[in-house]
């Protein structure tokens, strides 16, 4: 077949487009290979490291009734005690510290001498509450009964301070208040966190507070040396408490999360 110069001349340009397009896709890949390759970043929650953390497991050899090692039982002059013990085995996780007050009121308390409470701002803990005292309200001094209360404080006898989470009944959430008691000489800064729409289905509840920053909002300062309390509490109207806490802890919070005092991850 005899080749025209019509043909030839189609031929040079496919040839022509076929080596223009070879370069352009040879640049394109050279491109890309030196071009820096743009990942989205995540925003991650950074895991916390607890200062001191309680789990409230049985030690061997505990009987039916036992309390945590390190922790005291105070009573109330007068009243019936509320009853506290260890609700499990040593080789159970699952164990809580189980409280009941039937017209009485208590607390355990511990000491915590190893947090400082400026690094290790964040109180979380595991809670439920089962039976609430009825028409309790903490707003009423009358009333001032809790199936369960978390309290942080620092101070003697004679001059004691403390931030309380409550788990109340009638008061309604997110209340706050200050109550007095002793003559005086221990000042409560109250929060109630739960009341009783929270205890339809008996299940358990994860709170977290800036403990820290509570208690110097109530006091103006941070305290240096530390207790925590759980309290149980229905003498005021003479009906029943039953509450439980799974687990306590304090948490560190890293420098990089800290802005003039206070942290970028819990609110109060």
Known sequence: MPVTKRSTLALAVIFMVAIAGAVFLFWRFE???????????EKTVPVL???WREDFIPAKGDGVGAIPEGWDMHKKPGTRSAL???????????????MTALKASGSL????????????????????????????D????????????IYIGTGSTLDNKSVSYRWDTETPRGSEGNCVYGMGT?????????????VSDGGWFIEERNAAEDFNEAWGYYPEKLYLSVSCNSQYT??????????????????????????KRAQK
């Open 138 to 149: 903490g707003r009423i001094k009358a009333k001032d009964d809790q199936a369960i209360g």
């Open 238 to 263: 003479g009906s029943e408490a039953e509450a439980g806490l799974d687990w306590i802890e304090f948490l560190i919070v890293p420098d990089d999360l800290q802005v003039d005092g206070e942290n």
């Open 31 to 41: 491109r890309h290979a030196e071009a820096p390759i743009s990942v989205t970043q």
């Open 109 to 136: 308390v511990t000491k915590i001498t190893e947090v400082d409470i400026r690094k290790a701002p964040l109180l979380r803990w595991r809670w439920k509450a089962t039976k609430l005292p009825i028409g309790a």
């Open 49 to 51: 490291v607890a200062a």
């Open 84 to 98: 506290f013990s260890l609700n499990g085995q040593s080789e159970q996780p699952s164990s809580f510290l189980q």
């Open 186 to 198: 221990i000042k409560v800064k109250w929060y109630t966190l739960r009341n009783k729409e929270d």
